[in-house]
């Protein structure tokens, strides 16, 4: 089956999507740092391929983490892997290890001669939020690349939202639960930004 990706050629800035485990909220609102979780290696890892996105990281401080992230990553490099999955496989080129939010702002800025733009997202409403519609603007216009940062376990820190550039409006529907699982999340955000379909209100 021929793969299909989403055209993203009006985005004139580069994306790049980060999922983040530390720092990171638990259910009590303590700061905690999360596991590296298979789904969402391989979930997110399609969704960014799909969309075309730049690169996708893995942003994790613990050592013993990145070895599980690595053991992940090691069965899909082997023969029996592409056999199987080719497109699994293929999926996992976009994706990369990084300790913290700060490395992967370095690696971006090396790569790109340029500071991103930091975007973070979070499920709650918070004063001066830029809009999905802003967002691809900024996109569309700007030459720096832009990193959208997601957060694992209960969301975000707050230190990492109050040193962004911008914070991301939640996705809501009218339904007064707000608590998607962040693959749905990412796949959600990117389709909001890339489709031409989607029209904000």
Request: hydrophobic share 35%; glycine share 4%.
């Amino acid at each position: 089956m021929e793969k299909i990706c989403v055209k993203s050629d009006e985005l004139k800035s580069k994306i790049y999507i980060g999922l983040v485990h530390y720092p990171v909220y638990n259910k009590a609102g303590e700061t905690i740092t999360s596991g590296i979780t298979n789904l969402d290696v391989h979930d997110l890892s399609r969704s960014a391929l799909t969309f075309e996105v730049h690169k996708f990281y893995i942003i994790h401080p613990n050592d013993r983490q990145k070895e599980i992230f690595e053991q992940i990553l090691g069965f899909w490099k082997t023969e029996m892997a592409s056999f199987y999955n080719q497109h699994r496989v293929e999926a996992l080129s976009v994706i990369s290890f990084s300790k913290s939010i700060e490395d992967t702002i370095e690696e971006i800025r090396n790569q790109e001669k340029i500071d991103p733009i930091i975007v973070t997202t979070t499920a709650r409403h918070r004063d001066n939020q830029i809009s999905f519609r802003e967002t691809r603007k900024l996109a569309e216009n700007s030459e720096r690349p832009i990193l959208l940062l997601f957060g694992t376990g209960n969301g975000l820190h707050e230190i990492t939202h109050e040193q962004a550039d911008f914070v991301l409006t939640p996705i809501q529907n009218k339904a007064k639960y707000n608590h998607l699982s962040v693959r749905s999340a990412v796949a959600i955000v990117l389709d909001r930004l890339f489709s031409e379909e989607y029209k904000e209100e």
